[in-house]
Each structure stands twice: as C-alpha cells, then as structure tokens.
C-alpha cells in the first residue's frame, strides 16, 4: 500500500488564512503532511508527499501525479489535507469542526473515510464532529476535483476551521498539529489493517 498525502493549496493561493493573517492554510496543510508522513514512515507504511512544492499546484496535475502512481502500483490511497472555512477571510465567523469528504455515490472511499471519521472522533472528544448520515456513513460528499479525478480512494480532511477565532487560535499550536497529524496518521494504519 502507498498512501499519497495531497498538502492543499500553496503560498501563492488567493486567500487561503485567517482574517488577522496569522494562520496561512497552505503553510498549515505542509506542516500537519510532513509530520504525518515522518510518522507513517516509523510505522513502517510507504508514503509520500504528493506535492512537495510550497507554490500551488493546480488540481490537474495534482491528480495526474497521483494517477501515475495508480498505474504503476495497485493498492494506493489518497489523502487531501485542509483547514476550514466558513467565509472569504475578510471577517471571523461562527463555523466550526472537522469533517471528511468523498465523492457522491459509494466506494472504498468511504470505507477510508468512516475510519478517519471514527478516529477524529476518538481523538477529538470534546471537538464538534461535522458529518452528514443522510446516505448511512458520516462523511460528507461532493464532488472535490482532487477525489474525483483520482484513480484510488480518496478522502479529503477539512480540519477544523481557521476563521472561527477559537479554532483558528487552538490550531495555531503546534501540539494541536501534532495531535491531528497524529490522528491522521492512526485513521491510516487502521484502514490499512482492516483491507
């Protein structure tokens, strides 16, 4: 198995932090991937950076480096690292909670994604858990192009929100980081062990 870990966004993405600009989405998504991928690989599970590069790399290309991984390997999945947003930046707002994504319809997906939702939940008790059971699993769907145009299960995390000034305060801190990448991290190795 390989698991692709999509940082989302890049420092030269419009927007993308929090109303004072303290909290750069892009800087965070690298941050929570890197530890993320440092600690999968302790663990002993192959993965890798699907964008290394600090500046935005566009949707297309994303899901390109991702499907030539499909090609060449078979058990492959991606994960979409973000933060939260419940307006455009220019105010703080109320929106708070993590959630996970998959696209409409049901695949493996959302296997990954019930597990990484279980495990968040877990870790984050006191945390509001966003979820959608409309269709009998908690992640919510909608048809993000990173997950819809790859050829592997796809998730894509929305960790907390960064214009919700609590939130965007708590995750500012680098043991919150570590504690979601850790999170993400053990949501991984669980699917891997249950597949």
Known sequence: MIVLLDAGHG??????????????????????????????????????????ETNDISLRVRAMRANNVCRRQKDVILVSIHANAAGNGSRWMTGKGWSV??????????????????????????????????????????DFYIIKKTACPAVLLENFFYDNREECDWLLKPSTQGKIARAIADGIETYIRKK
Do not use: C, H
Request: overall charge positive; cysteine-free.
């Open 101 to 142: 994504y998959t696209t409409k319809g049901k695949t493996e997906s959302d296997k990954l994604a019930t597990v990484m939702w279980d495990t968040f939940a877990a870790a984050f008790p006191s945390r509001k858990m966003r979820r959608d059971l409309s269709d009998g699993d908690p992640d919510m769907e909608s």
């Open 11 to 52: 420092i030269d993405t419009p927007g993308k932090r929090s109303p004072d600009g303290r909290f750069r989405e892009y800087k965070f998504n690298r941050t929570v991937a890197d530890i993320v991928l440092a600690d999968l690989q302790q663990r002993g599970i192959s993965a890798q950076l699907l964008v290394p």
